[in-house]
T-cell receptor
Framework: AAGVIQSPRHLIKEKRETATLKCYPI?????VYWYQQGPGQDPQFLIS???????DKGSIPDRFSAQQFSDYHSELNMSSLELGDSALYFC????????????FGPGTRLTVL | AQSVTQPDIHITVSEGASLELRCNYS??????LFWYVQSPGQGLQLLLK??????LVQGIKGFEAEFKRSQSSFNLRKPSVHWSDAAEYFC??????????FGTGTSLTVIP
C-alpha cells in the first residue's frame, strides 16, 4: 500500500539558510499535518491543511511557512534557519480532515550547522 | 486543554515478560486515542487506536490497550515482549481541530 512520502530524507543546512521540505500524502488523502520532533522529544504539531486551506496551526515559528498544492502535496518552507531547528520533521496525512487516523511519513532529518 | 502524560520515561523488561506502558490524557470530550511506536531514526507506526465502542482494543504485533474513562487512561499492554519490541512508544490524543497531542514517549529496552 502506498505510504506518505517525504523528501528529502536528510538535509544539512547552514545557519541563516533556507530549506524546503516536501510531503506527498497517501493517494486520496486530503489532509496534511506537519510535526517537528527535536532530539529526545515528542512530536510537536506545527500546522495542518485540509483541501488546500490551512486548517489548524500549532507551534510553528514565523520563519516557517507551508502550503498545500492542488495535487494535495505540501511543502514546509523554513527560512533563517537556526541551530535549534535541527530536528526530525514528520508529515502525516489523513482523509476528510477529521479525527481519522493520521498516517505518518518516515520524516526528514534536518541538521543545521 | 488537551494533554497526554506518559509517566514512565524509560522501562526495561526481560524478553518474554509482560509489559504495560501507562498513558493518561486530559480532554474535554470523548477522546480519540492512539499508540504509536518509533524505532530509532524511523517514522511513527500506528499500533492501535480507540475511537468508540469496545474499550479493549487490539492492535498489531500482539499489543492491546484498554480505555478507562474513569481513570482517563489508555494503557498499552503486551503479554510477552520480544526483543524487536525495543523502541520508543508514544501515546497520542486527537484534539480540537486536527492536531494530535503526543505524550513525551516511553523508551522500552528489552534484555535477553
Amino acid at each position: 500500500a502506498a505510504g506518505v512520502i517525504q523528501s528529502p530524507r536528510h538535509l544539512i543546512k547552514e545557519k541563516r539558510e533556507t530549506a524546503t521540505l516536501k510531503c506527498y500524502p497517501i493517494p486520496r488523502h486530503d489532509t496534511v499535518y506537519w510535526y517537528q520532533q527535536g532530539p529526545g522529544q515528542d512530536p510537536q504539531f506545527l500546522i495542518s491543511f485540509y483541501e488546500k486551506m490551512q486548517s489548524d496551526k500549532g507551534s510553528i515559528p514565523d520563519r516557517f511557512s507551508a502550503q498545500q498544492f492542488s495535487d494535495y502535496h505540501s511543502e514546509l518552507n523554513m527560512s533563517s534557519l537556526e541551530l535549534g531547528d535541527s530536528a526530525l520533521y514528520f508529515c502525516a496525512s489523513s482523509l476528510d480532515g477529521g479525527y481519522n487516523e493520521q498516517f505518518f511519513g518516515p520524516g526528514t532529518r534536518l541538521t543545521v550547522l | 486543554a488537551q494533554s497526554v502524560t506518559q509517566p514512565d520515561i524509560h522501562i526495561t523488561v526481560s524478553e518474554g515478560a509482560s509489559l504495560e506502558l501507562r498513558c493518561n490524557y486530559s480532554y474535554g470530550a470523548t477522546p480519540y486515542l492512539f499508540w504509536y511506536v518509533q524505532s530509532p531514526g524511523q517514522g511513527l507506526q500506528l499500533l492501535l487506536k480507540y475511537f468508540s465502542g469496545d474499550t479493549l482494543v487490539q492492535g498489531i504485533k500482539g499489543f492491546e490497550a484498554e480505555f478507562k474513562r474513569s481513570q482517563s487512561s489508555f494503557n498499552l499492554r503486551k503479554p510477552s515482549v520480544h526483543w524487536s519490541d525495543a523502541a520508543e512508544y508514544f501515546c497520542a490524543v486527537g484534539g480540537t481541530g486536527n492536531q494530535f497531542y503526543f505524550g513525551t514517549g516511553t523508551s522500552l529496552t528489552v534484555i535477553p
